[in-house]
């Protein structure tokens, strides 16, 4: 029996950094939200052991698969309550529409799936609180995935607020077709250009439960763009021209390379989406029209 479930991207509305931790990983704050772009992922519970195969050439299919470390993670677990579960394998089909390496959070997203299919399918053996205790040791993002809704993510993302009121939007999505490194970009972020408090305050007050609904256009911004535009200057010349093309602020998401705007209306972001299209496609690129989720 097979089971097939979505596995949705997400994009960093706004991106500060705030800090460095000792340990190195770097602090931020961002207000995250999953989009309608997803991979596909089916569930075989046949058989033994823990199988991932995925169509695209870029994602290992190994043991260092997100999908194949969230299953291992959720059965270990399971060991170490010494809990029989009900299930004795899983094999996992990623069918990847969303970009790899692309900020996008598709590994952490596929991650995020598996414990919640793997968890329902073993009769909620363990609590929301527990999911996000693993998810945390999978990624950074992983969390996010398992939180639901739109977030404020702080700390090195695994502090989560919810945000309730962002308006509606769809997005007009390009993926300039580089596999970046998130290492090599967070390695060079120079901290002159980190986020000064005012200004990180200002977005995380605007977006703060307030009951009134925020239009985020004003505050899409992301420190980690200087540092990606300097490793790969193809992602600074892509965005100047979708802003020239779209006449709006074009954002990176995440550590890059995928580049979004946002629209109020779906009439005005496909007619954006079929510019880009005419006037840029190739040479790697891909652009998606999507939209902003609220659930
Ligand atoms: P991050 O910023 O967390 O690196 P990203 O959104 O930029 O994420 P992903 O698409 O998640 O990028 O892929 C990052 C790397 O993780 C790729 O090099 C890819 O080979 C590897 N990877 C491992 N498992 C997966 C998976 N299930 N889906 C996509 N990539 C995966």
């Known amino acids: 029996m097979t089971q097939t479930r979505e596995s949705r991207a997400k994009l960093n509305l706004f991106l500060h950094v705030t800090g460095r931790r000792p340990d190195g990983f770097h602090e931020l704050i961002s207000l995250m939200t999953k989009i309608t772009l997803a991979d596909e992922l089916v569930f075989s519970f046949q058989g033994k052991g823990i199988q991932v195969t995925c169509d695209h050439p870029g994602v290992p299919e190994d043991d260092s698969n997100l999908a194949y470390r969230a299953a291992n993670r959720f059965f270990s677990a399971c060991h170490q309550k010494k809990i029989a579960v009900p299930v004795a394998g899983v094999a996992i089909h990623i069918h990847k529409n969303i970009p790899v390496g692309g900020g996008l959070g598709g590994g952490s997203s596929n991650a995020a799936t598996v414990l919640e299919v793997l968890n329902t399918r073993c009769g909620d053996l363990f609590s929301l609180e527990q999911l996000l205790e693993m998810g945390r040791h999978l990624g ?156």
């Open 140 to 295: 950074a993002d992983v969390p996010f995935f398992l939180f639901g809704g739109p977030a404020l993510a702080r700390g090195i993302g695994e502090k989560l607020t919810r945000i309730q009121n962002l308006k509606p939007r769809h997005v007009v999505l390009c993926d300039p077709g580089i596999h970046v490194s998130t290492a090599e970009v967070f390695g060079r972020h120079d901290f002159c250009l980190t986020s000064q408090g005012k200004y990180t305050i200002k977005s995380a007050s605007n977006v703060l439960p307030r009951g009134q609904p925020v239009d985020i256009g004003s505050c899409m911004h992301n420190d980690l763009e200087a540092a990606a535009f300097g490793l790969y200057p193809e992602i600074r010349s892509t965005r100047d021209e979708m802003a020239h093309l779209l006449q709006r602020p074009v954002a990176m998401s995440g550590s890059g390379g995928s580049l979004f705007a946002l629209f109020s209306h779906e009439k005005d972001a496909k007619q954006g989406y079929e510019r880009l299209c005419k006037h840029l496609a190739g040479g790697g690129k891909h652009f998606f029209l999507t939209a902003l989720l609220n659930g």
